[in-house]
DNA sequence: CTAATATTTATTTTT
DNA sequence: TAAATATTAG
C-alpha cells in the first residue's frame, strides 16, 4: 500500500529534511484502513477518536514519522505533547526506532515539561527568574498555610487542602486572580480562596516559584501580553498534536488553541469514554466540543480493537452505553473467530473472603500456565489493597503494589532536596524552612517567627533576613550562633557548585549538615531504609550534568521507578490501571458506595455517575482474556462494618457477556449474593433478588452491631486451634480475641465456647 | 524546644 | 481502624 502516497517526498528540495530510514509509504502498511485514515490526514483540525485498545500510539507515532518523511515539516516544527512521562517515553523511543536520531529534536513532552520549557526562556516576562522552582504539593501547602495565617483565616475552620483545590482548579480553567468572577456572595471556602488567591501569585513570585498550575497559566499570560513571543510559536509549530485530549483542563485547551491559530493543524487523540479525571480539572467539554471549537474538524473513529476478547468488549459497550453524554462509539472484536469467557460476576460475603477468593483465582490461573505479571487487580480505592496485600503474603503468591508513596516523596529525600533547593536558590524560602532545623539545630518554632517578622517588615527572602539578623542581637546567642553556622554553611556549598560534581556536592553537603548524622543516630526501624535511599540518590545525581538539571527531573519527572521486572501479581487503582492492559483483570468491590463511589455521587451527581461508570469501562477494557468482577456482602470502612448491596454496573453489564459464578456463600456456607439480598424495610436478608439491584435503597449503611453476643467483652473463651484467651471486641459474627499463647486474633463466633 | 497526648477525618492523584 | 495533625505538658 505504499503507492498510494502522492505527497511530495523529496529531500533534495532544499526544505532541510533529515534523511528518513524509511518512506511515508512504508510506515502507512502496518496500518488498518482507519488508522492509516488517521495518519493521512495531516492538515486541518482532526480528533481522532481511539477506544481502548485500537492502536493508539500506533497512530500517534506513525503520523508523526510520517509527517517528518513526507517532508511536510522539519522536526523542530512539530509539537507533540502528552499527560505522563510514561507516555511521552513510549512514543519518543518508537520514534526514535522508526526515524532515528531526528525524533530528537522534536517538541514532544508533558502539558508541564513542554509549558516549563517555554516559560524558563520567557521568566522575567512573567516576573520569574528563569531558574524558578517547581513546587510540589507539600510547598504549595505550606506556602498556602503562610498565607492564610497572614490573612486570619483560621486553617482549622478552612483546610487548607480544600482551598488549595479550589485554587488549582481555578487555575486549571485558565483564571488568575484578576480574571475569577466575584465570589463575595458564594461559599466560605471560595470566598476565603479568592482573598488568598493574589497573595499567593505574589508569594510565588517572591521566593521565585511557580507551583503545577502555573506552569501553563504563566504560559497564558505571557502570550497573551507579549503577542510577538506568541507569534514566534505559533509559527514555529506547524503541526501539533495532543494525547489523552479528553483529559485536558481549560487551561490545556487554551493553550493548544492559541499554539494553533497559524497552521491549524492540530490533531487531537483521545477517547471520551476514557476521562475519569474530571475532579483534576479535566474537561470531558474539550473532547465533545471539538467540532465545534475548530471549524472545518474531521473526525476518526478507531473502533477495532486488538487487545480483547469479544465477550470482553460486549460487556464494556454494554456498559458503557448507559452514559448519555458521549460522542458514541462501538468497539469491534479483530479477533471474530472466538467470543472467548464472559465475565465472571461472584458475590461474596466480605472483603476477607473477596481477597481468598481472588487470590483463589489467581493461583488456579497459575496452574494452567499463565503468568502472575499478565494479571492484575484494580481497585476502586487504595485501602482495598490491603485485603489483598494480607492475602498474598499468607499464601505466598509474589505481588507488587503500584502507587504508594514515590521516592521523591520520601522524606528524607525530600529534605534534601530542600537543601540542594537553599544551595541553588537561597530565595527558595520554603526549602529553607523545611530544613532550618532539619537536623535539630536549636532553631525552632520562636526562631522562625522572628525570621519571618524581618523578612515580612524589610520586603526581603528569609535567607537575607537570616543574614541581617545574625549582625543584630534579636536572637538568643545561641540561635545566633546556629544560625550563623548554617549560613555560612550555605555559602560554601554554593561556591562549590560550579568546582565540584552534583554528586559530590550533595554527598559532601549530607554530610557537612550532619543531616546524613541524624538518621545514622536515629535507632527508629525505618533510618537503615531511608539511608539507603539518601545514598541512592546521591548514586542517580552521577547521571546529571549539574544540580539544577536533576532538579528540574525531580520536579518533572517524579516518577515511581517501579520496575516491572518479575512476575508478580499487580495490585492498583482503576485510574493508575489506565493505559496498560493485562490477560487476566480481577474488579474486586462493585458494591453501591465504593464503586460508584458513594462521594462522587454525593458531590458531583449524574455527571460524576458517568465518570465511575467510565472507570469501570476502563476496568473491563484493560482485559485481554478474562474479567472477575466481584462484590462483597460487608466491609470493614474506617473501623467499622458496612453492608452495602451489589453496584448498578453489575446489573448495567448485558446478560450475555456475564456468567454468574457459583455462589460461595459465607464461611459458613448459607448466604451468597446470588440467592440472597438484604432488606433493608425489614432489616434482614430474602430469598430471590439475585442480580436485581435495589437502587432506591441507601448504600452502605452503617449496620447497628449486634445489641448483644453470647461472648461479651472480657470474656474467657476457648478455641480448638488458638487455645483460651479474652474477647477484647466484638463485630457481629466476628470477635477479636487476645489469647494467651498467640496474641490477638478475630474469629468468628462460631468457633470458640465458654472457656 | 521537644515529646507525649488528644483530636480529626478519611476517593481517585497523569504533572 | 489508623494515620496525620494539633494541642499541651514537660
Redesign the pocket.
Known amino acids: 500500500m505504499s503507492d498510494d502516497f502522492t505527497l511530495p517526498d523529496d529531500p533534495g528540495t532544499g526544505t532541510g529534511l533529515v534523511s528518513s530510514p524509511v518512506t511515508p509509504g512504508a510506515l502507512l502498511e502496518a496500518l488498518n484502513d482507519e488508522q492509516r485514515r488517521a495518519v493521512e490526514t495531516t492538515d486541518g483540525p482532526l480528533l481522532v477518536l481511539s477506544g481502548a485498545g485500537t492502536g493508539k500510539t500506533r497512530v500517534l507515532t506513525t503520523r508523526l514519522a510520517y509527517i517528518l518523511a513526507s517532508g511536510r515539516a522539519q522536526p523542530w516544527r512539530m509539537l507533540a505533547v502528552t ?5 511521552a517515553r513510549e512514543m519518543r523511543e518508537r520514534l526514535a526506532t522508526m526515524i532515528g536520531p531526528a525524533s530528537e529534536s522534536l517538541w514532544l513532552g ?4 513542554i509549558g516549563v520549557r517555554i516559560l524558563r526562556r520567557h521568566a522575567e516576562l512573567v516576573g520569574l527568574k528563569s531558574n524558578f522552582t517547581i513546587l510540589d ?1 507539600d510547598d504549595q501547602l505550606r506556602l498556602l498555610k503562610q498565607i492564610m495565617e497572614a490573612e486570619g483565616i483560621d ?2 475552620k478552612s ?1 487548607p487542602p480544600a482551598l488549595m483545590g479550589i485554587l488549582q482548579r481555578w487555575k486549571d480553567r485558565g483564571l488568575t486572580p484578576d480574571k475569577v468572577r466575584d465570589e463575595s456572595s458564594g461559599e466560605r471556602h471560595r470566598r476565603e480562596a479568592l482573598a488568598l488567591f493574589a497573595p499567593y501569585q505574589r508569594r510565588l513570585l517572591a521566593v521565585n516559584a511557580a507551583d ?1 498550575g502555573d506552569l501553563l497559566l504563566h504560559n497564558l499570560t505571557l502570550f497573551q501580553n507579549h503577542p510577538d513571543v506568541l507569534a514566534q510559536y505559533q509559527d514555529q509549530f506547524r503541526y501539533i498534536l495532543v494525547d ?1 485530549y479528553q ?1 485536558t483542563n481549560v487551561s490545556q485547551y487554551l493553550w493548544l488553541r492559541l499554539l494553533t491559530q497559524r497552521h491549524k493543524n492540530l490533531c487531537c487523540v483521545g477517547d471520551d469514554d476514557q476521562s ?2 474530571s ?4 474537561e470531558v467539554g474539550n473532547i465533545l466540543r471539538f467540532e465545534q471549537d475548530f471549524p472545518g474538524a474531521q473526525v476518526i473513529r478507531l473502533e477495532s480493537n486488538y487487545r480483547s476478547s469479544a465477550s470482553i468488549l460486549a460487556a464494556a459497550s454494554g456498559l458503557i452505553r448507559h452514559n448519555k453524554g458521549r460522542l458514541g462509539k462501538d468497539l469491534r472484536a479483530a479477533a471474530l473467530d472466538d467470543p472467548g469467557d464472559k465475565v465472571s460476576l461472584r458475590g461474596v460475603w466480605d472483603g476477607e473472603e473477596e481477597a481468598r477468593v481472588v487470590v483463589e483465582e489467581i493461583e488456579a490461573e497459575q496452574r494452567q500456565g499463565r503468568s502472575l505479571g499478565e494479571m492484575a487487580i484494580l481497585v ?4 482495598q489493597t490491603r485485603e489483598f496485600e494480607e492475602r498474598f503474603i499468607i499464601t505466598g503468591v509474589p505481588y507488587r503494589v503500584v ?1 504508594g508513596p ?1 521516592f521523591y516523596e520520601r522524606q528524607e529525600i525530600r529534605d534534601a532536596i530542600a537543601y540542594l533547593r537553599v544551595i541553588l536558590q537561597p530565595d527558595d524560602d520554603l526549602a529553607l524552612v523545611r530544613i532550618l ?1 532539619v537536623p ?1 539545630r ?7 517567627q522572628t525570621l519571618h517578622l524581618v523578612a515580612r517588615g524589610q520586603g526581603v527572602t528569609l535567607m537575607e533576613a537570616a543574614r541581617r539578623l545574625v549582625e543584630t542581637d534579636e536572637l538568643r546567642p545561641t ?1 545566633r550562633v546556629a544560625l550563623r553556622a548554617l549560613i555560612a554553611d550555605f555559602d560554601r556549598w554554593r561556591d562549590q557548585v560550579d568546582r565540584k560534581g552534583a554528586r559530590e556536592l550533595t554527598a559532601l553537603m549530607l554530610d557537612e549538615s550532619g543531616y546524613m548524622a541524624m538518621w545514622l543516630a536515629d535507632r527508629s526501624p525505618d533510618a537503615p531504609g531511608r539511608i539507603e535511599n539518601l545514598k541512592e540518590m546521591v548514586a542517580a545525581l552521577e547521571e546529571y550534568e549539574n544540580l539544577a538539571g536533576f532538579l528540574e527531573h525531580v520536579s ?4 515511581n521507578d517501579q520496575r516491572n521486572d518479575h512476575d508478580r501479581v499487580t495490585v ?2 482503576l ?2 490501571a ?1 493505559g496498560l492492559e493485562f490477560d487476566v483483570v480481577f474488579l474486586p468491590g462493585w458494591e453501591e458506595g465504593l464503586f460508584p ?1 458513594q ?2 455521587l454525593e ?2 451527581g449524574d455527571r ?1 455517575l458517568e465518570e465511575e461508570r467510565r ?1 469501570a469501562y476502563v476496568g473491563i477494557t484493560r482485559a485481554r482474556r478474562r474479567v472477575f468482577v466481584s462484590f462483597a456482602a460487608n466491609r ?1 470502612v ?3 462494618w458496612q453492608t452495602a448491596i451489589q453496584s448498578r454496573f453489575i446489573s448495567e453489564l448485558p446478560p450475555g457477556a456475564v456468567r454468574q459464578a457459583t455462589a460461595p456463600g459465607v464461611p459458613g456456607g448459607r448466604r451468597g449474593f446470588g440467592e440472597y439480598r438484604y432488606d433493608w424495610k425489614a432489616s434482614g436478608w430474602r430469598e430471590g433478588g439475585g442480580n436485581a439491584p435495589v437502587i432506591d435503597v441507601p448504600a452502605r449503611q452503617v449496620v447497628t452491631q449486634a445489641s448483644f453476643s453470647p461472648y461479651p467483652v472480657g470474656d474467657r473463651v476457648f478455641h480448638q486451634k488458638f487455645g483460651y484467651g479474652v474477647v477484647r ?1 466484638v463485630d457481629g459474627e466476628k470477635l ?1 480475641i487476645l489469647f494467651d499463647k498467640t496474641g490477638m486474633k478475630k474469629v468468628m463466633t462460631r468457633f470458640v465456647q465458654k472457656g
Open positions: 499527560f505522563t512521562n510514561r507516555a508533558t502539558f508541564h515539561a504539593t486553617t482549622r483546610p503545577f489523552e483529559d475519569i479525571y475532579w483534576r480539572g479535566a476502586r480505592a487504595g485501602f502507587g514515590r532545623n535539630k536549636g532553631l525552632g518554632d520562636s526562631t522562625l540561635a518533572l519527572v517524579m516518577e492498583m487503582t485510574h493508575a489506565k463511589h462521594r462522587a458531590e458531583g460524576a472507570l470493614r474506617y473501623g467499622r471486641d477479636s
